[in-house]
């Protein structure tokens, strides 16, 4: 049991938290418990959906999981997990979280006031689950061996998170929001190619594509921190144009959080060139005590600003 549980990777689940983005940032939205109640929902929906596409990936990937020093400690690689039983939680997943994703779109709520996320489309929030299922099918079989093309397909995956947050309570969402996010995921995941280069240069020499990574071979640490450099840039002048959206403020309030945006980038990035971090961003977050206040403390400041 502990094998099928650590093979759903719970961990990961903290990039499902962009589900709750359009909670914090719809005006009112956290006073309404329903809201909250198809929020926390939407987390856990899209967490099986993802847990389901971890376990389908790493049966796909356990050549190769099994040749990483880390990796290889994986439930399914390491045989502590048989394939069948894998494939079989897998499809348990999916199916309570297609369960859950109708209830969410057939279900009443007034918060949206009428409106009509993914242009009216039926189904939108089950729209949104198959999209994220549709690309990560993508990125497993064929666009995983692309360089720049796969960290691009990821950060699809995270907008897909912020865009199932906001389907769920029937809400549209602000595009600039959309696209810090996108941003936000290309930036973690040029870190993410950068720090396992250094790893295998570290362990394996250079030639990156004889560990099975072969879109590693396309990178190098200058093209990678050049990346980085312009992600960071990009998310830093995305989210500020953000914030002169007013969201019903005509003071522009938000503005005041831009620093604490600032300092985490530029901190990510100290934490990278400094630790060699950036491997694993939720480990980075879970164990970095100064990036974690300063989240709290940006997450904080977002709800009192749109109180006051």
């Not at 897998?90 to 993914?118: C, E, K, N, V």
């Not at 549209?172 to 396992?196: M, N, V, Y």
């Not at 989210?239 to 005509?250: A, L």
Request: proline share 5%; aromatic share 14%; net charge positive.
């Amino acid at each position: 049991m502990s094998g099928l549980i650590k093979s759903m990777r719970p961990r990961q689940s903290t990039k499902n938290l962009l589900v709750f983005g359009a909670l914090i940032f719809i005006p009112g939205a956290i006073f309404e418990p329903e809201a909250w109640f198809r929020t926390v929902l939407a987390f856990f929906l899209f967490s099986f959906a993802a847990s389901a596409g971890y376990i389908f990936n790493d049966i796909r990937d356990i050549n190769y999981d099994r040749g990483h020093p880390v990796k290889r400690n994986r439930p399914i690689a390491s045989g502590q997990v048989a394939i069948p039983a894998a494939i079989i939680l897998a499809l348990i997943l999916l199916a309570l979280s297609f369960a859950g994703s109708i209830f969410l779109d057939t279900s009443g709520f007034a918060l949206g006031r009428g409106s009509q996320p993914l242009n009216g489309l039926p189904f939108p929030f089950t729209l949104t689950i198959l999209g994220y299922l549709l690309i990560t099918v993508l990125y497993s079989f064929f666009l995983k061996t692309e360089p720049v093309l796969d960290v691009i397909v990821l950060s699809i995956g995270f907008v897909l998170r912020a865009v199932a947050g906001a389907v769920a309570l029937k809400v549209h969402i602000s595009p600039w929001l959309l696209l810090c996010t996108g941003l936000l995921a290309l930036f973690l995941g040029f870190g993410k190619r950068r720090q396992e280069i250094v790893r295998l240069q570290n362990t394996h020499g250079t030639d990156a594509k004889d560990m099975g990574r072969e879109s590693l071979s396309g990178y190098s640490i200058p093209l990678l921190d050049n990346f980085l450099m312009m992600a960071g840039a990009a998310n830093i002048m995305s989210y500020s144009f953000y914030t002169f959206d007013s969201q019903g403020h005509s003071d522009y309030r938000l503005m005041l959080t831009i620093p604490f945006v600032i300092y985490g980038f530029w901190r990510y990035i100290y934490l990278i060139h400094k630790f060699d971090s950036g491997e694993s961003p939720e480990e980075v977050l879970i164990k970095d005590m100064p990036l974690k206040l300063c989240l709290l403390t940006w997450i904080g400041s977002v709800i009192v600003l749109f109180l006051v």
